[in-house]
């Protein structure tokens, strides 16, 4: 079975909270499996309203019983590991364990959010901080107090309490661009991989071969989520080995009507 989500960013209409609660609790009644939200700082001309997915994927929670939630895909390297494990936790319980965290390097070519905030501009310096976060939040999650001093962050005996509620920790999907070896290789440490920039069902045939090399006897359950165009026939994608497939909407052109009607005419069965 290939699970459908609504995957959008919170630009335009779409950067009110309130409207995109109503949309969740709209596509939980049409059958949606969940929805994920673009976690960017801004976005080039003509996009000018921009939402905060967290707060949004709060108001997404409170409204909602079924779907899976979650940033698609939050920069970790923007963000601080410790002040994360609690903002995460604390969404994991609210929404009653329907947390999914995305994660990925980021990117400076769409609107410069790295260098134009003085963050750091380089991709592997950028991968390193992404490794040591999640190497933190797994920590949190545990319950247990982490003790981590690493060379960007530094975590001396703290216990992060409330622990989320799924076991051992909230699922992670780690993105990257195709069949690139190093987002493979930390995707395959987690739960899921989010390939960014697809063209052909066969890319995903070998990514999925790819990862159950490199996960061997890992017993946890693993996804690989596509972002296709609605309407697209997900029957190919699930064949090769998707698991979710993922409304891919392009940001210029976005509005609440267009994403309802995608809603409305309910999820594709492959």
């Not at 699970?3 to 009110?16: I, N, Q, R, Y």
């Not at 309130?18 to 709209?26: D, M, P, W």
């Not at 709060?58 to 963000?79: C, D, F, K, N, S």
């Not at 006897?217 to 997900?234: K, N, Q, Y």
Request: aromatic share 8%; proline share 9%; glycine share 10%.
């Amino acid at each position: 079975m290939v699970h459908s989500a609504l995957w959008f960013p919170v630009f335009g209409e779409l950067a009110d909270p309130a409207a995109v609660a109503r949309l969740a609790a709209e596509a939980e009644e049409y059958g949606w499996h969940g929805l994920f939200l673009w976690d960017q700082l801004g976005w080039p001309d003509p996009v000018r309203l921009v939402a905060d997915p967290w707060i949004t994927l709060a108001a997404v929670a409170t409204a909602t019983q079924r779907l899976r939630i979650g940033p698609m895909v939050t920069p970790l390297a923007r963000r601080r590991p410790v002040k994360l494990a609690r903002e995460t936790a604390t969404l994991d319980r609210l929404s009653g364990g329907r947390l999914t965290l995305g994660v990925g390097l980021g990117s400076d070519r769409y609107a410069r959010e790295f260098s134009r905030t003085g963050e750091e501009p380089d991709d592997r310096v950028r991968a390193a901080m992404l490794d040591e976060s999640l190497e933190i939040l797994a920590g949190a999650w545990s319950g247990e107090p982490v003790h981590h001093r690493g060379r960007h962050y530094t975590v001396d005996g703290i216990r992060f309490l409330p622990r989320p509620v799924q076991r051992p920790g909230i699922p992670v999907w780690a993105a990257g661009y195709g069949e690139n070896a190093r987002p493979l290789r930390r995707a395959a440490c987690h739960d899921g991989y989010f390939p960014i920039e697809l063209a052909h069902p066969d890319q995903v045939a070998g990514m999925a071969a790819t990862l159950a090399g490199l996960r061997g006897e890992a017993s946890r359950p693993f996804d690989i989520a596509v972002a296709l165009a609605p309407g697209t026939d997900p029957a190919p994608w699930a064949a090769a080995g998707a698991t979710w497939w993922m409304t891919d909407f392009e940001p210029a052109t976005l509005s609440l009507d267009l994403v309802r009607g995608v809603l409305r005419d309910g999820p594709p069965t492959p």
